[in-house]
């Protein structure tokens, strides 16, 4: 299963867990089982259907640019960095 | 001096990657001949010009333009009410979003002006000076409000507030109270505590930068003509056209298919010419005037006090070291000043901080914090340097500490492929330990330093480089010529380093590419020239340009000789088909007789854009009366990956050097108690020249990036990285104090020097 890291101002809703395995063929599919065991994640994460701004996914080492479409394979490691765009609000 | 240390195993391979070609546009901007965005002059065109804010903070009751509008000569005048209403809302912008109410506000301020210089009205006349005449009879009403300038004092809970509705974001849990921390953020890895518990020797500090600007040599300036049927054209100075098309179209609700955006050639940018300023203004001008076009360009002191400079910036960092100098555990608060609008760099500042180092146990604070200065833009790796700025001091101390060479101290933790950086990825192949090395093993590291007051500073940097999206067209003439179309602004050499991958593709020398830089209607959609982003990503669409052209033209020999496609070979530029051959340029004469015309075009956007690194050496001589600071040699060391076009690396390496020392010991945004800026000009905003400058030697370590093609990483924005904390590493060996304020001026250098005399 994809492995999840969970960013520290979240931890708090898993439990203290760092990281996860989570089930999910997609970034979507792994955020929508996250919040199924950890309710209110997914609000943290996401601003409606799209990912906040101020956050970018990273499989694998590189950010994604199909953000939450992007396919997952079961040794995939997802990370929620926070964005490096700079100076624009 | 420029030396090339590759370990790129097909560095022989290249016929054109790698050389110094003649620059395609080296004749034009030589000659004056290039057109900036000054330059344009179109029939019956008046001039504009903005009213600004005197106040750094202060609540807008009233603006009566009545005066203006019956001034003689003039034809339009604008404010917020002109523009749309639009919600607080995110629109993606290519590499980033932007807050539509945030971007429309700063254009021109509706409710509140949120600094000195913010824009409030605009008036288009028959010429400038009666615009601006015009514009000093606006009658603005204030209620001026007590302005917040440091960024610690507007992080308190009694500090005025600028925006009434703020309240901190961490994401998405918002805060109880209004603040002027718009976010707070954190990364987090391992046991920080227990970390330090192990630790033999800790360090601890606290490091302040001042604001700063980009000091790019073109002011910003628009021109637009908006026609009856409602389409629109702009002239501008941008760093990508696409960008101002959208930002205008989302701040004056237009759709994007009735603007048009021509890019200017460009004076420089260096993150600062992403955001727009003028373009609604005159557009909006351009339309109340009759459909007449309006130029609009900023003076200096317009640009230095409401254009985006970057973040001045408190940071404190403790790190600990193990008794074999291995990196135990670090700790980071950044708090960045965002100006009149959420946006510092601290995201970035958090990623960059411990990023060159293997580092097990560490935590990360981030704030973007609102103050009553302009709203800061992007700036060469924005957030970077403040951030590189304490921990390569740090860790200076802490080698120093424990009796190790820094540079031996960095090869010991430096992050090498494998390793996982503090925000969580793992890095892909990078450099940093053998950029390390070649400065370790320079010519200027093995001299020895001698004579008093002399000093040797090094530090490293890191930058993670963007891919981005690009596209790019060509069609190939019959002289055998190639026009390449792309939507890149050229800001540093780009045509031609783009146009070089072409070349190397299609096996025809640089020269046989005829590079434009494309407007909004010409090209697909491409990102603008940031993020070190050009000429990897353009490139890449280059790249990929040429596989389709190089197939089609095998198809179109196949033609000619009358035989199957796969008895084509194509070697270095010819196409061969048993014992006969021919040219590139002999294929492209014959198009008419085997289909007509050959063109191709193609989109990317890449992921692995591969990081940056690299570690800079300085020599100092500090003169103990008056505090000056001589720099008296200095060597950039950098990973460039496959360096396309050696020159303008060193280029972009020796201009990176050159900011990082105007940042590190002269620039500073000066306002008074009251938020004015008292310095908004060059002779008191004092950037370097080059009577401050030696020749600057730079090492190319060339350790080509996977993810690319050629191997390309982006060098454009680390060589600013480490120019600060290299150079106060400097000073303290020369001195024996440790500068933590930015810029370390004569005076804070003398002051520094006093309190060691006690």
């Known amino acids: ?89 | 001096m420029t030396t090339n240390l590759s370990v790129d195993e097909k560095k022989d391979v290249y016929g054109v990657i790698g050389k110094n070609p003649l620059r395609h546009d080296g004749t034009d901007k030589v000659t004056g001949r290039a057109q900036y965005g000054a330059d344009i002059r179109l029939p019956g065109m008046l001039y504009g010009a903005m009213l600004r804010s005197p106040h750094a903070h202060a609540r807008i009751l009233s603006i009566d333009t009545s005066k203006a509008e019956a001034y003689s000569g003039v034809r339009a005048v604008v404010t917020a009410k002109d523009l749309p209403d639009v919600e607080s809302k995110i629109a993606e912008l290519g590499e980033g979003t932007i807050n539509l109410l945030h971007q429309s506000n700063n254009v021109m301020a509706k409710d509140k002006v949120l600094y000195f210089g913010h824009a409030i009205a605009g008036v288009a006349a028959i010429n400038a000076h009666v615009a601006e005449e015009a514009a000093a009879l606006i009658k603005v009403e204030y209620e001026v409000l007590p302005p917040v300038l440091d960024v610690r004092k507007a992080m308190q809970h009694d500090s005025p507030i600028l925006l009434d509705g703020m309240r901190t974001d961490e994401l998405g849990k918002k805060g109880d109270y209004p603040s002027n921390i718009a976010a707070h953020y954190q990364a987090q890895v391992g046991d920080v505590e227990k970390g330090f518990q192990d630790a033999a020797v800790i360090v601890e500090r606290e490091f302040f930068t001042s604001m700063v600007h980009q000091g790019y040599i073109e002011p910003q300036n628009a021109t637009a003509q908006h026609n009856p049927d409602g389409q629109i054209t702009i002239w501008c100075s941008t760093q990508g056209a696409f960008g101002v098309r959208e930002q205008v179209a989302e701040i004056l609700q237009i759709p994007i298919s009735k603007i048009r955006v021509i890019p200017m050639e460009i004076g420089g940018g260096f993150g600062g010419k992403i955001g727009v300023y003028l373009e609604p203004v005159v557009v909006l001008l351009s339309r109340k005037s009759g459909h007449r076009p309006v130029k609009m360009t900023m003076s200096r002191s317009d640009v230095l006090a409401a254009t985006g400079p970057t973040s001045g910036s408190y940071v404190k960092v403790k790190m600990g070291a193990d008794a074999n100098g291995m990196i135990a555990a670090a700790q980071a608060m950044l708090a960045y000043e965002a100006g009149a609008y959420p946006g510092s760099p601290v995201g970035a500042g958090m990623g960059v901080i411990f990023a060159p180092y293997r580092i097990e146990n560490a935590l990360i604070d981030g704030y973007d914090v609102l103050v009553n200065k302009p709203r800061t833009a992007a700036y060469r790796a924005p957030g970077g340097t403040n951030a590189a700025f304490a921990c390569e001091s740090v860790i200076d101390e802490l080698s120093e500490k424990l009796g190790m060479d820094p540079f031996d101290f960095r090869l010991l933790n430096g992050a090498k492929e494998g390793d996982r950086r503090v925000d969580g990825p793992v890095y892909d192949r990078i450099g940093f330990l053998e950029t390390l090395e070649a400065a370790k093993n320079s010519p200027h590291y093995r001299a020895q330093l001698e004579g008093p007051n002399r000093g040797r500073g090094v530090a490293g940097g890191f930058w993670f480089n963007y891919g981005g999206k690009s596209s790019a067209s060509v069609s190939v003439n019959s002289d055998g010529t190639v026009s390449l179309l792309t939507g890149s602004v050229d800001i540093g050499g780009t045509r031609t380093s783009v146009a070089m991958q072409l070349a190397e593709g299609l096996g025809i020398p640089a020269e046989s590419i005829r590079p434009v830089v494309a407007d909004t209607d010409s090209v697909g959609y491409t990102e603008g020239t940031y993020g070190s982003r050009t000429t990897f990503a353009t490139g890449w669409a280059v790249y990929e340009v040429g596989k389709q052209l190089k197939e089609k033209l095998l198809e179109r020999a196949a033609t000619i000789w009358e035989t199957e496609l796969d008895q084509i070979r194509f070697e270095h530029g010819i196409f061969l088909f048993d014992d006969k051959q021919m040219t590139f340029a002999e294929l492209a004469s014959r198009l008419d007789e085997t289909g007509g015309p050959v063109v191709a075009s193609a989109a990317v956007r890449p992921e692995q854009s591969g990081p940056a690194f690299a570690a800079h050496i300085v020599d100092v001589e500090v003169d103990p009366e008056t505090g000056k600071v001589q720099i008296l040699r200095y060597t950039a060391v950098q990973d460039a990956g496959k360096a396309i076009y050696p020159d303008y690396v060193e280029s972009q390496m020796q201009g990176g050097v050159a900011q990082g020392v105007g940042w590190a010991l002269n620039e500073e945004y000066l306002y008074d108690d009251q938020g004015r800026l008292v310095n908004s000009s060059l002779l008191d905003y004092r950037m370097p020249v080059a009577l401050d400058l030696p020749m600057i030697d730079t090492i190319l370590v060339e350790v080509p990036n996977p993810g690319h093609p050629y191997g390309v990483r982006g060098v454009g924005e680390v060589p600013i990285i480490p120019p600060p904390a290299a150079l106060v590493n400097a000073i303290y060996r020369a001195m024996g104090v440790r500068m933590n304020i930015l810029p370390a001026t004569p005076a804070r250098v003398v002051a520094e020097l006093n309190k060691q005399k006690g």
């Open chain 1, 1 to 89: 299963m994809p492995i999840v890291w969970i960013p520290s101002l979240l931890r708090d809703l898993t439990n203290g867990q760092k990281s996860l395995s989570i089930k999910g063929d997609t970034v979507r599919q792994v955020i929508e089982n996250l919040e199924r065991e950890y309710p209110g994640i997914k609000e943290r994460l996401c601003d409606g259907d799209h990912m906040r701004p101020s956050i970018s996914i990273v499989v694998d080492g590189h950010t994604s640019t199909l953000k939450l479409r992007h396919r997952l394979h079961e040794s995939s490691e997802v990370h929620f960095v926070i964005s490096i765009s700079g100076g624009k609000s």
